[in-house]
């Protein structure tokens, strides 16, 4: 990280959290001072985001100390809200209609609106992709039983991810063998009626990851925490794509087998999200409560009390 | 280190090492990192909570190249808390040693 790449970091973090902006001006020139000052010390790049600290903490350190725009208490009371109207939506909903599924999608929007309020930019595409993937899933799904290809709605969650990549082959390489890999799926399935050899265009995008993967494995391999957490996070995707489609094609699992590619976005959070807190959790594991008790159980009426989850360990946690 | 405790020290440390001689930020980080292990990164944040409670004020002063440094300069309220902490830490220690072995070295 050299210097323009950690001020505009420290930017975003600032930003990210509705700083008011002459407060981030002026810290901004504080750091750029201190930055100047350690490389006429000579220090390298790296010792001096050591010295100073990483972005993110700094605005945790910093925290104290900062006052926010208006607008962003404004936003936490909505956030605050969004719990209330969720429920009231949900029972109004089931109550008069008893169409309680896919009502319960409404408790998606409290973890939607809090990413949408609360997170920068680049961060808000990537966290809101799950969920949209999740909705637009169960809706097709639900309403028009074409669970399959459906289902490849979620592969705008690693394409999301890769929309900001600086490195242009790696993009245009990921995201190009992912949307390949989605139309010969397509072919294979509808041209030729055969979606399980359709499933071996994954191969590319896989050899795509693992080329780039091995570009890095030079750094990876200095660091045996990152290796063994890429390992993890690899065989994770793998794994858990697997359950999905072989309890969707061949056990017709396609409503309940979804909740397993919910495993990938749970262990990216938890092998390379260094702040250990429960509450970015909490969104997905309260989809799994919910959707299982109510799916295997037919307790839809009450499990969608599993969502209170999300603001309760919110406040908790972070109070 | 509690860090809790750790931060209300390197607080004192601060307020200490500008206490003697107007320093501008890096220079303070550069003081503490001789003698204390300060990779927290906690120093900046410090600088500005005091200042925020006018234990500090701010002045710049032209240097030989480029822009103006910002000097943090003690205030009176920074010299009396000063002299408040000094004397809860030694007191502090003074019990602790009482109690683990050792004397305080002045």
């Known amino acids: ?319 | 280190m509690n860090t809790q405790l750790k931060k209300g020290i390197l607080e004192m440390c601060v307020l200490y090492v500008i206490s003697e001689q107007d320093m501008y930020g890096f220079e303070v980080i550069e003081r503490l990192a001789k003698d204390i292990d300060v990779n927290e990164n906690t120093i900046y944040p410090i600088l500005r909570r005091l200042t925020a409670q006018h234990l500090f004020t701010i002045y710049e002063k032209q240097t030989n190249l480029g822009a103006p440094r910002k000097y943090y300069q003690i205030t009176d309220a920074g010299k009396q808390r000063l002299a408040e902490n000094i004397n809860e830490w030694k007191t502090f220690l003074n019990g602790v040693f009482k109690i683990v072995g050792g004397t305080f070295n002045e």
């Open chain 1, 1 to 319: 990280m050299n210097k323009k790449q950690y001020l505009d970091n420290l930017n975003d973090a600032l930003v990210a959290h509705q700083v008011k902006t002459e407060e981030i001006k002026d810290i901004l020139s504080d750091y750029e001072q201190m930055y100047d000052d350690a490389l006429e010390r000579g220090l390298t790049d790296e010792d001096v985001s050591n010295l100073l600290g990483k972005p993110k903490q700094v605005y945790e350190e910093l925290r104290d100390t900062l006052s926010q725009k208006s607008s962003k208490r404004h936003q936490d009371k909505i956030i605050a809200l969004t719990p209330f109207i969720a429920v009231i939506t949900f029972m109004l909903i089931g109550l008069t209609t008893d169409i309680w599924h896919p009502t319960w999608m409404v408790f998606l929007l409290i973890p939607i609106t809090a990413i949408l309020l609360n997170t920068s930019k680049k961060e808000k595409i990537v966290a809101l992709s799950p969920f949209v993937a999740i909705i637009i899933f169960m809706l097709v799904g639900t309403y028009t039983s074409y669970w399959n290809p459906t289902w490849l709605i979620f592969l705008i969650v690693p394409i999301a991810s890769m929309i900001y990549e600086k490195n242009n082959v790696k993009r245009i390489f990921f995201i190009g063998s992912l949307l390949i890999a989605s139309g010969f799926y397509l072919i294979m399935g509808y041209v030729y009626h055969d979606f399980m050899i359709g499933l071996f265009g994954f191969l590319l995008p896989a050899i795509v990851i693992l080329y780039f993967a091995e570009l890095k494995f030079e750094v990876i391999i200095k660091d045996p925490l990152k290796r063994k957490n890429g390992i993890i996070f690899f065989m994770i995707i793998v794994l858990s794509l697997a359950a999905f489609l072989s309890l969707g094609l061949f056990a017709a699992g396609w409503g309940y087998s979804w909740m397993f590619v919910l495993l990938i976005p749970i262990s990216s959070i938890f092998l390379f999200d260094k702040s250990k807190k429960i509450t970015p959790f909490m969104p997905f594991v309260a989809v799994i409560i919910f959707y299982s008790l109510g799916y295997f159980f037919g307790l839809f009426e009450i499990s969608w009390i599993a969502f209170l989850l999300i603001p309760i360990v919110a406040v908790i946690e972070n109070s």
